[in-house]
């Protein structure tokens, strides 16, 4: 089978792929790329495990073919970080103990980041319905709304 | 909410330090940083992919199985069959003793649920392996199925599975699992009102994130590495062990890592398959559900039915329970002749009844073979006595809270499985709960205790 050409910046390093066509961005971070992050929990678009941010949305990772992302800019949860310091969403999950098994962490961490970027300062409303896409089976979503509202506090703090 | 700490103070030591203290937990870090490995997150050069052939009704005779189609198919590696597998007929509590062996690895001459695993293809890509599934022809003659647990117990129902040779797991103390305590006949005679209720459950699937699955490597030396994502590892090892034939220091199990498992993950399904198709290959192999399969396949909790018969006396005091339970096994054993038996000590619930009649039924039916879930065995129980301790308050007219106070089991009590109590604290907790909740009982209930018998 023909392969196609990719390249994209992946949480800012360059990336190039030879893909087979029809390949979703999934499985190409995962098995291809080894970013492993997003994860695999329905591929059929249901669960939101496999988010990931393109070009500043929120995206399933699934859904979307690698061949469509040429020259898009991608963020994975395993790029939050920089040298080593979590990142604020990251901090705040920790403290509200809003990991449990830990498999829609990085999703559930990719969808409180879009949210942040565009409203950093959401009300419980908007926290519910930006993580509404994202299946927990474990902590109820409690822990995990209080994640994000309580990141949205640190980063006014910091601004302030 | 703060709790008060006066309960117990005499025999509790005040000098802990880590009660009540936060601590991360280990694993945090690596969650929320994407670097926990979870077993699907590891991939190697060459790794075939396996996808199962299942059936597609819930009881069937097997006439043939022609796989010359999909071995023809792009890309197709290896098919398997019952033949392939040493010892092909299993089940998982034989660990412990309970047997018979009940369940088919794949399917061999007859299907007993529909999606039980028939045919096993390996290939080189998941596309590959699917395609080829479907081009598998199996011939089926359908038999009769039964979905009812009291219709599977009539005389004449559709025999589910040989290995047992009737619909029921058949205990050593007979067709079930029986607790006999006092003269529960004699306390219905003498209660001022009898009231008898039937509760039932249907199936419930654990849903978790991750699917269930495996990853297998042969090392070279004719030794496995299997990373999978069970919850009973040392299970799993033994049992695939005894499925291949292979003995336990041949196989390296590496796991722990769970993405949500609730239960539905300790059942031995994904992993010696997959260990003997890298085996007969050579090659890494990976079979993971996908999310229909964990939905329709994997073993949910058991459908249960509860009959509980109460004898109670205007006063409050429960004198007689007589329970029936069933517990819907579907085709195959798994844990659930266990949990049918742990239901049948469970059925008094934390009081103290001094006469007590239980017969617990693990039954055969042509559904997806339950198991393990949270509690199984005794959440549909606890379920259905409190919604029936519940109705015996409203009966007699008393507070439902009052209602357990009078028959809460205290230390010393006699269990009716001849247990004696030891450790209770059922009394304080609905003392706390009445005043977290601010749901006021009578002072003498108050004064109550676990361990100080009639304060
Ligand atoms: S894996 Fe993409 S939404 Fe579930
Ligand atoms: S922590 Fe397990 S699914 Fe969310």
Known sequence: ??????????????????????????????????????????????????SVIIDGELRLSCLTLAETCDGAVISTTSGLSENGILHPLQRAFLDTFATQCGFCTPGMIMAAKVLLDHTPNPSRDEV????????????????????????????????? | MELRKNYFADVRKDDLHEIGQPRPRSDSPGHVTGKTAFFADRTFPGMLHLKMVRSPHHHARI??????????????????TAKDVPHNVYTILI???????????????????????????????ERAAQEAAAKVKVDYEVLPAVFDMEEALKPGAPLVNEYHGQNYYLYDS?????????????????????????????PIEHAPTETTGCVVTPEGNDRFTCYTNTQAMFFTLDNTSIILQMPGSKLHFVGGTV?????????????????????????????????????????????????????????????ARKVTGYTDAGAYSRHSPYGAQKGAGHYPGPYTIP?????????????TPSSAMRGFGVTIGDFALEVQMDKLARLIGMDPLEFRFINAYRDGDMKAHRQPTEGAALIECMQEASRAANWPVAEKYLAMSSYVKGA
């Open chain 1, 1 to 50: 089978m023909a392969k196609v050409p990719v390249q994209f910046t992946l949480n800012g390093s360059e990336t190039a792929e030879f893909v087979d066509s029809g390949t979703t961005l999934l499985h190409t971070l995962r098995d291809k790329i080894g970013d492993t992050s997003p994860k695999g929990g329905c591929h059929q678009g249901t669960c939101g495990a496999c």
């Open chain 1, 128 to 160: 519910v319905e930006a993580l509404s896409g994202n299946i927990c089976r474990c902590t109820g979503y409690e822990p995990i709304i209080q994640a994000v509202l309580t990141a949205a506090r640190s980063n006014s703090q910091n601004a302030a």
């Open chain 2, 63 to 80: 006439r043939s199985i022609d796989t010359s189609e999909a071995e023809k198919h792009p890309g197709v590696v290896k098919i398997l």
């Open chain 2, 95 to 125: 660990l412990i003793q309970v047997g018979p062996e009940d369940e088919t690895v794949l399917a061999d001459g007859k299907v007993r649920w529909k999606g039980e695993a028939v045919v096993a293809v390996l290939a080189e890509t």
């Open chain 2, 174 to 202: 007979g067709e079930c699992r029986k607790v006999r305590f006092g003269d529960v006949e004699a306390g219905f005679a003498g209660a001022d009102h009898v009231l008898e209720q039937s509760y039932q459950s249907s």
């Open chain 2, 259 to 319: 993405g949500g498992g609730f239960g539905g993950k300790v059942d031995v399904i994904v992993e010696p398959i997959a260990i003997l198709g890298a085996k007969l290959t050579g090659r890494p192999v990976c079979f993971i559900y996908s999310r229909e399969e964990e939905m329709q396949i994997s073993s949910p909790r058991a459908a249960e039915k509860v009959v509980i018969k109460d004898g109670v006396m205007k006063d409050g005091r429960i004198v």
């Open chain 2, 355 to 367: 006469n007590v009649w239980i017969d617990t039924y693990c039954v055969y039916t042509n559904r």
